[in-house]
């Protein structure tokens, strides 16, 4: 009997240990296992033919880059930020030149949850990005966001196939938005991510 409360004890603690450092995940397809479902690669037209784009192994690969601008290439997601909560952001990037790119969670209309550039390496190395959201993001938006992308696809550079002209109206007093943005307009040469994450922080989680 004492053995059988020994055991029902320490599953309890585990089930609230649980429960106290998982945490949902707020990116789509952050490994790419889906090609490019849930993601916006948008090259502005101004700038010319895009650079060549790629999804092996589980990383979006770009090869070609011209260092024009950060905004020259961004890679964008909609993601749900809670007002004043604690976030970490992680992901995994390379680019055979030093280059820097932009990492911003943001709403166009009311400024960023948090904006950093960082810098590129030779080989893999893991980003992480602590902040706090600043606003709340409409839900509702990003879900209609996600699922208008759900079959978006590679192709001449940038993503093809999706629908969000049906939901992401830039201009006037529309929902509160967040978007994951990287600028990787300002790399020369070859770039790639992979297993992009935004996770809750909670107590005692790493």
């Given amino acids: 009997m004492q053995q059988h409360r020994t055991c029902y004890t320490v599953s309890l603690i585990v089930g609230l240990l ?18 490019a479902a849930h993601w916006d690669l948008a090259v502005p037209t101004v700038y010319g033919p895009p650079p060549a784009a790629t999804i092996k192994n ?14 020259y290439l961004t ?21 055979n030149t030093a280059g820097k790119f932009l990492v911003a969670l943001h709403d166009p209309g009311k400024g960023s949850h948090v904006s950093k550039i960082v810098e590129t390496e030779p080989s893999w190395k893991t980003y992480e990005i602590d902040f706090v959201g600043t606003y709340e993001t409409d839900k509702n938006w990003v879900r209609k966001w996600i699922k208008a ?3 978006n696809k590679l192709e001449g550079g ?3 196939g999706s629908l969000l002209h049906e939901v992401d109206e ?6 509160v938005r967040s978007y994951l943005t990287m600028g990787l307009g ?3 040469g070859n770039f790639a ?10 107590p005692g989680r790493p």
């Fill in 170 to 175: 830039p201009k006037g007093d529309g929902p």
């Fill in 193 to 202: 991510v992979r297993n992009i994450s935004i996770v809750e922080a909670l």
């Fill in 158 to 160: 940038h993503t093809v």
């Fill in 18 to 35: 649980t429960v106290m450092t998982a945490s949902a995940e707020v990116i789509e397809n952050g490994t790419f296992s889906k090609g």
């Fill in 75 to 95: 890679l964008n997601q909609a993601v749900h930020i809670q007002s004043n909560k604690s976030y970490k952001m992680r992901f995994e990037a390379m680019g």
């Fill in 149 to 151: 992308t759900r079959g």
């Fill in 58 to 71: 589980n990383a979006l690969e770009l090869s070609g880059l011209g260092g024009s601008s950060m905004g």
């Fill in 186 to 188: 300002e790399i020369r």
